[in-house]
């Protein structure tokens, strides 16, 4: 049975989860007591928060756990609904399960409350957290809340006031090309430490696209650096190292932003991309320290105005300018 990796290895226990050990210890310890606190996961993408919330339902609740634990994406409906359930014009309701009605249903073992698992929490906008937090207290005892999300500062403050806050950390390089390397083994796959590495470097700490990435690799048959490389796309890698030397070492803006239009209108990347990308170039890069830091922030900068919504088109050139100036600085 072909089955996608990401779901046959992640981990079914609190040990078997990689890194963030300070949170694995605070938890088993709850689940120790038999009993949890509400919950803040904040952290960035595959670095373990779902994971971790399943396993601990497992061994809190054993074989029951799926009766007792519920998973609710708050971002495909941002608003209200996911909290009180939706009724329609003529007031049936739409079949979604809401937080409400979950919360409403008795906890269906000895513990005595079931967890409400609520992913991108953080894009539930303010109103909707305010619903939350009412039922979180009309609930609170049969029912423990974690809140999943990217930031915790874009969840409100009487609902942060009332939950544990636990930071999930991107997983270190070293960590994860380990974490790789043994799964290609459990594989069968002939796979190198450079090619750990590789899945490693693209990844950002980010296991899932780790794991994702793997597999790609293990379809295709080629497991050299070369290729993990360009199956995850990062065939661009090239193109942005040489975005970096065109502004940095030759400081000659027309070519700079001609590299940039190629990578939006040939290669279809959005602003974002192009700015994490240049970040991660950079970083692998042996420019020197003072100007790499310099573009650092530029980068950092550019990240922010376009996350606030300016435009691609401009930011882009905003950094082209800035780093064509670090450039003639520091030469
Ligand atoms: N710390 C970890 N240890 C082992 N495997 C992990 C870890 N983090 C993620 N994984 C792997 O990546 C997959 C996705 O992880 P998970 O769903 O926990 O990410 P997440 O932090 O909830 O991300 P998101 O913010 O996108 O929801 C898991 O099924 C597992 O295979
Ligand atoms: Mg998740």
Same mark, same amino acid.
């Given at each position: 049975m072909n089955q996608i990796w990401i779901e046959k290895y992640r981990p079914a226990n609190l040990s078997g989860i990689i890194g963030q050990k300070g949170n694995v210890e605070k938890l088993k310890s709850f689940v120790k007591t038999g009993d949890l606190p509400h919950m803040i996961f904040a952290g /960035?993408? +595959?670095? +373990?928060k779902t994971t971790a919330a399943m396993a601990m339902a497992i061994e809190l609740f054993g074989e029951a756990w799926k009766e007792n634990f519920l998973e609710l994406n708050a971002s495909n409906n941002r608003g209200i609904n996911v909290i009180r359930g939706h009724e329609d014009r003529d007031g049936r309701m739409d079949g979604m399960v809401s937080v409400k009605d979950y919360a409403r249903i008795m906890p269906s073992? /000895?513990?005595g409350f079931k967890i409400i698992f609520l992913d991108e929490a953080d894009q539930l906008t303010p109103e909707a957290q305010a619903a939350l937090r009412r039922t979180m207290e009309i609930y609170s005892t049969t029912t423990r809340f974690i809140f999943s999300c990217n930031y915790s500062s874009q969840i409100i403050p009487p609902i942060q006031s009332r939950c544990v806050v636990l930071r999930f950390r991107p997983i270190p390089d070293a960590e994860l090309s380990e974490h790789v390397l043994e799964i290609a083994g459990n594989e069968g796959m002939k796979f190198s430490k450079e090619s750990a590495d590789a899945v490693a470097d693209i990844s950002n700490g980010d296991m899932r696209s780790a794991i994702n990435l793997l597999q790609a690799a293990q379809y295709s048959g080629d497991y050299s650096p070369s290729k993990i490389y360009e199956i995850a796309g990062t065939a661009e890698v090239k193109e942005f190292d040489r975005v970096l030397i065109m502004a940095l070492e030759h400081m000659d803006f027309k070519k700079t932003a001609e590299l940039v239009d190629h990578l939006i209108i040939d290669k279809g990347l959005s602003g974002i991309d192009i700015v994490r990308g240049l970040h991660s170039a950079l970083r692998r890069s042996g420019i020197e320290p003072l100007k790499k830091s310099e573009a650092i922030m530029a980068i950092a900068d550019t990240e922010f105005r376009l996350v606030e919504g300016g435009s691609d088109k401009i930011q882009l050139d905003y950094l082209v300018s800035r780093l064509v100036r670090i450039g003639s600085q520091f030469n």
């Amino acid at each position: 049975m072909n089955q996608i990796w990401i779901e046959k290895y992640r981990p079914a226990n609190l040990s078997g989860i990689i890194g963030q050990k300070g949170n694995v210890e605070k938890l088993k310890s709850f689940v120790k007591t038999g009993d949890l606190p509400h919950m803040i996961f904040a952290g /960035p993408a +595959g670095t +373990g928060k779902t994971t971790a919330a399943m396993a601990m339902a497992i061994e809190l609740f054993g074989e029951a756990w799926k009766e007792n634990f519920l998973e609710l994406n708050a971002s495909n409906n941002r608003g209200i609904n996911v909290i009180r359930g939706h009724e329609d014009r003529d007031g049936r309701m739409d079949g979604m399960v809401s937080v409400k009605d979950y919360a409403r249903i008795m906890p269906s073992n /000895p513990r005595g409350f079931k967890i409400i698992f609520l992913d991108e929490a953080d894009q539930l906008t303010p109103e909707a957290q305010a619903a939350l937090r009412r039922t979180m207290e009309i609930y609170s005892t049969t029912t423990r809340f974690i809140f999943s999300c990217n930031y915790s500062s874009q969840i409100i403050p009487p609902i942060q006031s009332r939950c544990v806050v636990l930071r999930f950390r991107p997983i270190p390089d070293a960590e994860l090309s380990e974490h790789v390397l043994e799964i290609a083994g459990n594989e069968g796959m002939k796979f190198s430490k450079e090619s750990a590495d590789a899945v490693a470097d693209i990844s950002n700490g980010d296991m899932r696209s780790a794991i994702n990435l793997l597999q790609a690799a293990q379809y295709s048959g080629d497991y050299s650096p070369s290729k993990i490389y360009e199956i995850a796309g990062t065939a661009e890698v090239k193109e942005f190292d040489r975005v970096l030397i065109m502004a940095l070492e030759h400081m000659d803006f027309k070519k700079t932003a001609e590299l940039v239009d190629h990578l939006i209108i040939d290669k279809g990347l959005s602003g974002i991309d192009i700015v994490r990308g240049l970040h991660s170039a950079l970083r692998r890069s042996g420019i020197e320290p003072l100007k790499k830091s310099e573009a650092i922030m530029a980068i950092a900068d550019t990240e922010f105005r376009l996350v606030e919504g300016g435009s691609d088109k401009i930011q882009l050139d905003y950094l082209v300018s800035r780093l064509v100036r670090i450039g003639s600085q520091f030469n």
